[in-house]
């Protein structure tokens, strides 16, 4: 396996979390295992990581029951075909989704969109899956125009996804610093979380937000009308952090003169 799986044991759950590698920032999928199924949370940019994600969960011994897409960007919901169940998503990401049309690989594949289209709508609320309350919430603005946060409340889990990043290079593309520094704000505030889940990098806890708020605050600072200006100042202050490359993809539409 390429990529590396964190199990956390929350009684009648495991989360099992992976973590593609640093070649595409670390991206996660998360799988949720319930006392009789699995739900699948984002599919990975490339299909082979996701087919990774998917052995790993038939190894579980456990069917996979569904796959949830956060939010509309490829590096979420490209191996989606590879899960072979239904893709949830909000009403407003699967417009999204349709939206970006096919997508192109870094390798040159071309994913046509049918292999990624949502087809069943997430409403926001709260559904019990074998006993255990999901909680769905939709957020607009931030790291993308509208997100899937999910909690499960009496695990303590939150699964933010793109919300929040742990020790990767944040995509800045949706040129919208503010809105996601209000949603970090906003999660900050919650009570009863004590393991958040990013979508880029290795499950955390609370602490991560204070992360995240600096990370964006530098960002505002160091943001001028110079894209490779710009990447250079953020990579010296942040050395560690994986996947510098998504700050080019970012910089395609902050600095697209």
Not at 49 to 57: F, G, K, L, Q, S
């Amino acid at each position: 396996m390429n990529g590396t799986v964190t199990v956390l044991d929350r009684g009648a759950v495991r989360v099992h979390s992976y973590m593609s590698p640093a070649d595409t920032f670390h991206a996660t999928t998360q799988l949720i295992e319930t006392p009789a199924r699995i739900v699948a949370i984002d599919a990975q940019l490339l299909p082979a990581y996701a087919d990774e994600a998917v052995a790993y969960a038939q190894g579980l011994g456990k069917p996979l029951d569904r796959l949830v897409v956060t939010h509309a960007h490829p590096d979420h919901y490209n191996g989606a075909a590879r899960f072979g169940v239904p893709v949830h998503a909000l009403a407003r990401v699967r417009e999204q989704i349709v939206a970006r049309g096919d997508s192109d690989l870094p390798t040159g594949q071309v994913i046509p969109v049918s292999e990624f289209t949502p087809s069943v709508a997430v409403i926001p609320g709260t559904e019990v899956i074998d006993g255990v309350p999901f909680v769905f919430e939709a957020v607009s603005g931030g790291e993308a125009a509208d997100e899937l946060l999910i909690k499960l409340p009496e695990q303590g889990v939150l699964i933010a996804q793109d919300l929040v990043y742990n020790d990767v290079h944040l995509y800045l593309g949706n040129n919208d610093i503010t809105g996601w520094q209000r949603a970090v704000d906003t999660l900050a505030g919650e009570s009863g979380y004590d393991t958040i889940l990013p979508g880029h990098g290795l499950p955390t806890g609370p602490q991560v937000y204070e992360d995240v708020r600096r990370y964006l605050t530098d960002a505002r600072e160091l943001l001028g009308d110079d894209g490779e200006a710009y990447k250079a100042a953020i990579v010296d202050r942040y050395p560690s952090y994986a996947g510098p490359f998504i700050i080019d993809i970012a910089n395609r539409s902050l600095f697209a003169g």
